[in-house]
Protein backbone atom coordinates (compact mmCIF):
# COMPACT_ATOMS: atom_id res chain seq x y z
CA UNK A 1 0.00 0.00 0.00
CA UNK A 2 1.29 3.05 -0.97
CA UNK A 3 0.92 6.67 0.67
CA UNK A 4 -1.46 8.14 -1.32
CA UNK A 5 -4.13 10.36 -0.02
CA UNK A 6 -7.56 10.12 -1.45
CA UNK A 7 -9.26 13.03 -0.31
CA UNK A 8 -13.10 11.60 -0.78
CA UNK A 9 -11.75 8.99 2.38
CA UNK A 10 -12.79 12.27 4.28
CA UNK A 11 -16.27 12.63 3.27
CA UNK A 12 -16.90 10.20 5.12
CA UNK A 13 -16.52 11.12 8.60
CA UNK A 14 -19.49 12.48 10.51
CA UNK A 15 -19.85 16.09 11.07
CA UNK A 16 -23.03 18.02 12.70
CA UNK A 17 -24.12 21.89 12.07
CA UNK A 18 -23.69 24.09 14.78
CA UNK A 19 -23.38 27.68 15.78
CA UNK A 20 -20.27 28.35 17.48
CA UNK A 21 -20.54 31.92 19.19
CA UNK A 22 -18.35 34.43 21.54
CA UNK A 23 -17.93 37.74 22.66
CA UNK A 24 -15.08 40.26 23.02
CA UNK A 25 -15.25 43.84 24.69
CA UNK A 26 -19.32 43.03 24.85
CA UNK A 27 -19.73 42.81 21.58
CA UNK A 28 -21.21 39.21 20.65
CA UNK A 29 -20.31 37.26 17.20
CA UNK A 30 -21.04 33.26 15.82
CA UNK A 31 -20.69 31.26 13.11
CA UNK A 32 -21.26 27.99 11.66
CA UNK A 33 -19.11 25.05 12.52
CA UNK A 34 -18.95 21.37 11.89
CA UNK A 35 -16.22 20.33 14.00
CA UNK A 36 -17.43 19.42 17.72
CA UNK A 37 -17.24 16.42 19.62
CA UNK A 38 -17.46 15.70 23.42
CA UNK A 39 -13.81 14.76 24.69
CA UNK A 40 -14.07 13.71 28.46
CA UNK A 41 -16.89 13.25 30.81
CA UNK A 42 -15.90 14.14 34.56
CA UNK A 43 -16.03 16.86 33.79
CA UNK A 44 -17.57 17.34 30.64
CA UNK A 45 -14.97 18.62 27.63
CA UNK A 46 -15.41 19.34 23.90
CA UNK A 47 -13.42 20.27 21.59
CA UNK A 48 -14.19 22.89 18.93
CA UNK A 49 -12.20 23.67 15.62
CA UNK A 50 -12.32 27.08 14.33
CA UNK A 51 -10.27 28.66 11.23
CA UNK A 52 -7.91 30.98 12.26
CA UNK A 53 -9.76 33.47 9.35
CA UNK A 54 -12.55 33.99 11.30
CA UNK A 55 -13.56 36.80 13.59
CA UNK A 56 -15.29 34.35 15.93
CA UNK A 57 -11.95 32.70 16.31
CA UNK A 58 -9.95 36.61 17.50
CA UNK A 59 -12.94 36.18 20.16
CA UNK A 60 -12.43 33.22 21.75
CA UNK A 61 -8.98 33.73 21.79
CA UNK A 62 -9.54 37.14 23.36
CA UNK A 63 -12.57 36.06 25.49
CA UNK A 64 -11.73 32.45 26.57
CA UNK A 65 -15.39 31.79 26.30
CA UNK A 66 -17.48 29.67 23.36
CA UNK A 67 -21.01 28.38 23.29
CA UNK A 68 -22.26 25.88 20.97
CA UNK A 69 -26.13 25.47 19.81
CA UNK A 70 -26.93 22.07 17.73
CA UNK A 71 -29.01 23.03 14.85
CA UNK A 72 -32.19 20.91 14.32
CA UNK A 73 -32.81 19.19 11.11
CA UNK A 74 -35.08 21.55 9.76
CA UNK A 75 -32.88 24.70 10.12
CA UNK A 76 -33.83 27.41 7.37
CA UNK A 77 -31.01 27.53 4.82
CA UNK A 78 -31.10 31.48 5.26
CA UNK A 79 -30.41 30.54 8.72
CA UNK A 80 -27.17 28.95 7.73
CA UNK A 81 -26.37 31.09 5.64
CA UNK A 82 -25.98 34.25 7.83
CA UNK A 83 -23.67 32.61 10.34
CA UNK A 84 -22.17 30.71 7.53
CA UNK A 85 -21.52 32.89 4.88
CA UNK A 86 -21.87 36.27 6.43
CA UNK A 87 -18.88 37.87 8.31
CA UNK A 88 -19.60 39.56 11.60
CA UNK A 89 -17.16 42.34 10.71
CA UNK A 90 -19.94 43.15 8.30
CA UNK A 91 -22.90 43.07 10.25
CA UNK A 92 -24.42 42.15 13.67
CA UNK A 93 -25.23 38.41 13.33
CA UNK A 94 -26.85 38.02 16.80
CA UNK A 95 -29.12 40.75 16.24
CA UNK A 96 -30.82 39.03 13.48
CA UNK A 97 -31.25 35.58 15.51
CA UNK A 98 -33.13 34.75 19.19
CA UNK A 99 -30.41 34.16 21.96
CA UNK A 100 -29.63 34.65 25.69
CA UNK A 101 -27.09 35.23 27.50
CA UNK A 102 -25.37 32.43 29.20
CA UNK A 103 -23.06 32.19 32.74
CA UNK A 104 -19.86 32.63 30.72
CA UNK A 105 -21.36 36.05 29.18
CA UNK A 106 -21.82 34.54 26.09
CA UNK A 107 -24.28 34.28 23.96
CA UNK A 108 -25.94 31.57 23.15
CA UNK A 109 -27.78 30.70 19.94
CA UNK A 110 -31.59 29.74 20.73
CA UNK A 111 -33.27 29.61 17.39
CA UNK A 112 -33.33 26.67 15.21
CA UNK A 113 -31.68 25.07 18.09
CA UNK A 114 -32.25 21.31 19.81
CA UNK A 115 -30.09 22.14 22.62
CA UNK A 116 -26.92 24.37 23.63
CA UNK A 117 -24.05 24.41 25.74
CA UNK A 118 -21.20 26.98 26.89
CA UNK A 119 -17.99 26.76 28.49
CA UNK A 120 -14.26 28.16 29.46
CA UNK A 121 -11.31 27.71 27.23
CA UNK A 122 -8.75 25.80 28.60
CA UNK A 123 -6.30 24.50 26.39
CA UNK A 124 -5.55 25.18 22.54
CA UNK A 125 -4.15 22.77 19.92
CA UNK A 126 -2.33 24.85 16.47
CA UNK A 127 -3.72 23.03 13.95
CA UNK A 128 -2.20 24.87 11.02
CA UNK A 129 -5.17 26.49 9.45
CA UNK A 130 -7.73 26.24 12.50
CA UNK A 131 -7.27 26.29 16.24
CA UNK A 132 -9.11 23.41 18.20
CA UNK A 133 -9.89 24.59 21.37
CA UNK A 134 -10.59 22.36 24.31
CA UNK A 135 -13.46 23.71 26.14
CA UNK A 136 -14.69 22.93 29.89
CA UNK A 137 -18.30 22.62 30.00
CA UNK A 138 -20.10 24.99 32.90
CA UNK A 139 -23.76 25.07 31.29
CA UNK A 140 -25.92 23.10 29.03
CA UNK A 141 -28.86 23.22 28.31
CA UNK A 142 -32.51 21.26 25.75
CA UNK A 143 -34.59 23.34 24.34
CA UNK A 144 -36.39 20.89 22.22
CA UNK A 145 -36.70 17.06 21.11
CA UNK A 146 -35.84 16.75 17.39
CA UNK A 147 -33.17 15.45 15.17
CA UNK A 148 -29.66 17.32 14.47
CA UNK A 149 -28.66 18.41 11.65
CA UNK A 150 -25.83 16.48 10.05
CA UNK A 151 -23.40 17.95 7.79
CA UNK A 152 -24.07 14.97 5.35
CA UNK A 153 -27.87 15.88 5.54
CA UNK A 154 -27.16 19.51 4.93
CA UNK A 155 -25.03 18.81 1.79
CA UNK A 156 -27.42 15.76 0.26
CA UNK A 157 -30.42 16.95 1.13
CA UNK A 158 -30.45 20.52 1.36
CA UNK A 159 -27.42 21.23 -1.22
CA UNK A 160 -25.69 23.18 1.03
CA UNK A 161 -22.11 24.78 0.36
CA UNK A 162 -19.13 24.50 2.62
CA UNK A 163 -17.39 28.24 3.29
CA UNK A 164 -13.48 28.13 1.75
CA UNK A 165 -12.60 28.26 6.02
CA UNK A 166 -14.21 25.10 6.55
CA UNK A 167 -12.19 22.39 7.17
CA UNK A 168 -14.11 20.26 4.90
CA UNK A 169 -14.01 22.14 2.34
CA UNK A 170 -13.58 20.39 -1.18
CA UNK A 171 -12.45 22.99 -3.65
CA UNK A 172 -13.42 23.54 -7.42
CA UNK A 173 -14.27 19.58 -9.12
CA UNK A 174 -11.17 17.36 -10.13
CA UNK A 175 -11.08 16.51 -13.78
CA UNK A 176 -10.96 13.03 -12.34
CA UNK A 177 -14.50 13.36 -11.56
CA UNK A 178 -17.72 12.76 -13.92
CA UNK A 179 -18.41 16.16 -15.19
CA UNK A 180 -22.35 16.75 -14.24
CA UNK A 181 -24.82 16.28 -17.09
CA UNK A 182 -25.55 19.12 -18.96
CA UNK A 183 -29.37 21.23 -19.23
CA UNK A 184 -30.67 22.42 -21.86
CA UNK A 185 -31.26 26.00 -19.80
CA UNK A 186 -28.11 27.69 -18.11
CA UNK A 187 -27.22 27.25 -14.73
CA UNK A 188 -25.72 30.49 -12.77
CA UNK A 189 -23.60 29.84 -9.52
CA UNK A 190 -23.64 32.12 -6.36
CA UNK A 191 -20.15 33.92 -6.42
CA UNK A 192 -19.87 34.05 -2.62
CA UNK A 193 -20.70 30.24 -1.36
CA UNK A 194 -20.76 28.56 -4.18
CA UNK A 195 -24.47 27.61 -4.59
CA UNK A 196 -25.85 26.68 -8.17
CA UNK A 197 -29.14 27.75 -9.42
CA UNK A 198 -30.48 25.31 -12.14
CA UNK A 199 -33.13 26.22 -13.68
CA UNK A 200 -34.92 22.52 -13.94
CA UNK A 201 -35.47 22.11 -10.41
CA UNK A 202 -36.04 26.11 -9.56
CA UNK A 203 -35.87 27.09 -5.91
CA UNK A 204 -39.01 24.70 -3.60
CA UNK A 205 -37.92 27.24 -0.61
CA UNK A 206 -38.17 30.40 -2.23
CA UNK A 207 -41.33 29.45 -4.14
CA UNK A 208 -39.71 29.07 -7.80
CA UNK A 209 -41.15 26.36 -9.32
CA UNK A 210 -38.89 24.32 -12.05
CA UNK A 211 -38.72 25.49 -14.87
CA UNK A 212 -37.76 29.10 -14.42
CA UNK A 213 -34.72 30.62 -16.10
CA UNK A 214 -32.96 32.08 -13.95
CA UNK A 215 -33.53 35.57 -15.82
CA UNK A 216 -37.20 34.90 -15.31
CA UNK A 217 -36.46 34.93 -11.17
CA UNK A 218 -37.54 38.32 -9.22
CA UNK A 219 -35.17 40.88 -9.32
CA UNK A 220 -35.70 40.97 -5.08
CA UNK A 221 -34.81 37.29 -5.27
CA UNK A 222 -31.57 35.93 -3.39
CA UNK A 223 -29.42 32.72 -2.51
CA UNK A 224 -31.16 30.26 -0.50
CA UNK A 225 -28.05 29.43 0.87
CA UNK A 226 -26.16 32.74 2.18
CA UNK A 227 -28.76 35.04 1.20
CA UNK A 228 -26.67 37.04 -1.64
CA UNK A 229 -28.74 38.95 -4.27
CA UNK A 230 -29.24 37.61 -7.78
CA UNK A 231 -26.58 40.18 -9.21
CA UNK A 232 -23.58 37.94 -7.30
CA UNK A 233 -24.77 35.06 -9.87
CA UNK A 234 -22.77 34.44 -12.89
CA UNK A 235 -23.29 32.03 -15.48
CA UNK A 236 -21.29 28.26 -15.29
Same mark, same amino acid.
Given at each position: ????????????????????? /????????????????????????????????????????? /????????????????????????????????????????????????????????????? /???????????????????????????????????????????????????????????? /?????????????????????????????????????????????????????
Amino acid at each position: MDGAIDSKAFYDISYGLYVVT /SVKDGKPNGQIANTVFQVSGKPAKVAVSISKENLTHDYIMA /SKVLAVSTLEEETPMPFIGLFGFKSGRDIDKLSQAAHTTGVTGCPCVTENTLSYLEGTVID /SADAGTHTVFIVEVKAAKVLKKGTPLTYAYYQDVKKGKASQNAPTYRGEPTKSEPEKKET /SMQKYECSVCGYIYDPEKGDPEGNIPAGTPFEKLPEDWSCPVCGASKGDFNPL
